[in-house]
């Protein structure tokens, strides 16, 4: 089975994904961390984020041991990933990869912004995360400030806006539900509870009571 999560900057995706993925006993791609993977690189070899042969360079060289680096969680990290994930073929490279990650057996959780429109078009279930920007910026500046950086709530709200409206607008790949999603509205509910919500939908289309 293959569960597609798609959503805006800061709107749970990326927890909702792992705790499904816990769930179901299946494995779990964040997808954002692989551009700002890509961005990153840039950023460390002073490459400018619009050097279409430098981001797809990195796109290429591409190396998931370096995923878990705390480097690609910041701001900067985030907003250049918004920046190089633009570029047509920066995006092209990293589907293969994201494909493949979703039909290796036993099922998969992916979450991103394109991964019910183009990366998994027939998932078994999508799902699109959405959020309050206030709620999701002062969400994302509680957890900056946990691993103990700065964040001003304000500026985080501005910067969640602007990578919604660049990924929304984008001719490529835009940011957007699926035809077929369920919207899940996370603004009043915690964890937990969002979790709940997204295995009600889950279960429901597996037992054949939604659309599948
Ligand atoms: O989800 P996250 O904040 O880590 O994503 C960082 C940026 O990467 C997004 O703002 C978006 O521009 C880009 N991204 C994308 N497609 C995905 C995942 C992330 O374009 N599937």
């Known amino acids: 089975m293959i569960i597609a999560i798609d959503g805006p900057a800061a709107s749970g995706k990326g927890t909702l ?3 499904l993925a816990h769930h ?11 551009y700002r993977a890509v961005a990153y690189e840039l950023m460390q070899s002073g490459h400018d984020l619009r050097d279409e042969a430098a981001a797809v360079q990195a796109a290429l060289e591409l ?3 370096k995923f878990g680096n705390p480097a690609l969680k910041t701001q900067e990290a985030g907003e250049g990933a918004s920046i190089v994930s633009a570029i047509p073929r920066v995006r092209e490279v990293l589907v293969n990869f994201q494909r493949q990650f979703a039909a290796d057996p036993p099922g998969a959780v992916l979450d991103g912004r394109d991964i019910g429109t183009v990366i998994c ?8 995360v959405v959020a309050d920007p206030k709620v999701r910026a002062r969400r994302r500046t509680m957890e900056a ?6 964040a001003d709530e304000a500026a985080v709200l501005a910067d969640i806006i602007r990578r919604d409206e660049r990924d929304k607008n984008r001719p490529i790949a835009p940011l957007k539900p699926a035809p077929d999603a369920y919207l899940l509205d996370n603004s009043q509910l915690d964890i937990e509870g969002g979790v ?5 939908i889950i279960e429901a289309v597996r037992a054949g009571r939604l659309r599948g």
Not at 145 to 150: L, T
Request: glycine share 12%.
């Open 145 to 150: 400030r946990a691993r103990g950086e700065e």
């Open 121 to 128: 078009p027939h998932a078994d279930v999508k799902i699109f």
């Open 196 to 200: 709940r919500a997204a295995i009600d």
């Open 24 to 34: 179901y006993g299946y494995r779990h791609l964040d997808t954002g961390v692989i």
């Open 17 to 19: 994904g792992k705790r």
């Open 63 to 65: 190396d998931p041991e």
